[in-house]
């Protein structure tokens, strides 16, 4: 079948599909954005997926040997308020969850399927809609606390590489520090899932050249000299190909930011046309009622990966992320080692050798005062932690 056939036919399913559900994907330009949804191939699977699809089908087959033969590898690409959107080798189908799949697992929050998992999904005849049957390992997941003393947790994308974090220049309300912190934030959360940031300036063209450098020249000593920062603005179309250069064929990077942080403008940016929604008409809220709440992946094309967009989200709380802190700050987690007390603070102590480390200029002080920021935010949140609930 010829690729813009299938690519009818697939929206003429997607039509059928988004018909049904009326009332719960209307809002979605479903249609418009299937043209940019990644492809199984887009994506794949890595080795252990693909160990752990075959010996899942293999164990089905002692069951039920019918039913093995309709058992798919997917990737979930699209969550909406419909069906998962799952892509499998040739086509791309919404798909239901098997029944008592969620009673199955321990923690639903975790393990329900999100954007970017691989999947086995089972396709029978005459049927319109998949089954999603098995979660396959995740490589790796981002995830972040929702809820105060619940302590739940969800998943926003999962088997991604590079995390995108976005942060607009030039707006009126966001003090430096506002900023620093977000981006701090943010990393210390990619790093912690053991995903690389890249840090993504947007708006760049809000700002006039003295304020622009001020910042940048801040943001780049906060994220150290490894870390890549980037400056794009969408409108002037500056900045979009180092972004497109940090998301290669074959890896899925998540976009992070808050809302109206120009996550969406970037994206249409690098698509090349209007794929995404714009502006905070819609997008305002990931609790509340009447918003959108997709995770959509798009495909950047046959020269660069694939992103998924999500949501902005409201906050992003820290708690027993101490691992991601670590990497993000190493030069003052090895300096405290040296400190007299062993619960020096590094603010005030006599023989702390972070606080010697800023005066020699070994240690950034703004580094520093992020990172026992972030660090006693987190010390806060541990406390209030229900003790049931696992670290991971
Ligand atoms: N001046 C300027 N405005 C932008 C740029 N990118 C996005 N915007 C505007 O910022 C608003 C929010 O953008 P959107 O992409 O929807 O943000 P999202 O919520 O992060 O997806 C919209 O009104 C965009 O037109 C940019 O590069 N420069
Ligand atoms: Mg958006
Ligand atoms: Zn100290």
Redesign the pocket.
Same mark, same amino acid.
């Given at each position: 079948m010829g690729k813009a056939k299938k690519r009818a036919g697939l929206a003429r399913r997607s039509r059928e599909v988004s018909r049904e559900q009326a009332c719960t994907v209307a809002d979605l330009p479903a249609l418009e954005s299937l043209r940019d949804v990644p492809t199984f191939e887009d994506m794949g699977a890595d080795a252990v997926q693909a160990a752990a699809f075959e010996a899942w089908v293999a164990d089905a087959a002692r069951r039920d040997e019918q039913a093995a033969s309709e058992m798919h590898l997917g990737v979930v690409v699209r969550l909406d308020r419909g069906f998962p959107l799952v892509a499998c080798v040739g086509q791309t189908l919404r798909a239901e969850h098997a029944v008592g799949f969620a009673k199955a697992h321990s923690d639903e929050q975790v393990l329900l399927p999100a954007v970017g998992d691989r999947v086995v999904v089972r396709i029978s005849a005459g049927h319109d809609m998949g089954v999603i049957e098995h979660v396959l390992p995740r490589h790796s997941s981002f995830e972040r606390w929702r809820g105060k003393k619940r302590g739940e947790r969800q998943v926003l994308a999962a088997n991604i590489d590079a995390i995108l974090v976005?942060q607009a220049l030039g707006s009126v309300r966001d003090t430096l520090e506002l900023v620093c912190d977000r981006i701090a934030r943010s990393m210390v959360l990619a790093l912690d899932c053991g995903v690389d940031p890249v840090i993504v300036l947007? &708006?760049a $063209?809000?700002c006039d050249d003295v304020e622009l450098e001020c910042v940048v020249r801040a943001v780049r000593q906060l994220v150290g000299p490894q870390m890549r920062v980037l400056v794009t603005?969408?409108?002037a179309g500056q900045g979009v190909d180092e972004v497109r250069a940090c998301v290669p064929a074959g890896s899925c990077a998540m976009i992070l930011?808050e809302?109206?942080?120009? &996550?969406?403008?970037?994206l249409n940016a690098l698509l090349g046309h209007e794929a995404l929604e714009?502006? $905070?008409v819609r997008?305002r809220d990931d609790a509340g009622r009447h918003t959108t709440v997709a995770r959509v992946m798009v495909s950047l094309g046959h020269d660069a990966g694939v992103i998924a967009d999500a949501p902005?989200l409201r906050s992003l709380p820290l708690v027993g992320h101490e691992r991601g802190l670590a990497k993000m700050f190493p030069e003052i987690v090895e300096a405290a080692r040296a400190c007299r007390f062993n619960d020096c603070t590094h603010t005030h102590e006599p023989g702390c050798a972070v606080c010697e480390g800023v005066e020699e200029g070994t240690i950034e002080r703004i580094r520093l005062d992020e990172f026992l920021s972030l660090a006693r935010e987190m010390r806060v949140s541990a406390q209030s932690l229900d003790p049931d609930i696992h670290l991971g």
């Open positions: 976005v947007t &708006k $063209d809000r603005s969408s409108v930011g809302s109206g942080a120009g &996550k969406s403008t970037l714009t502006g $905070d997008e902005g």
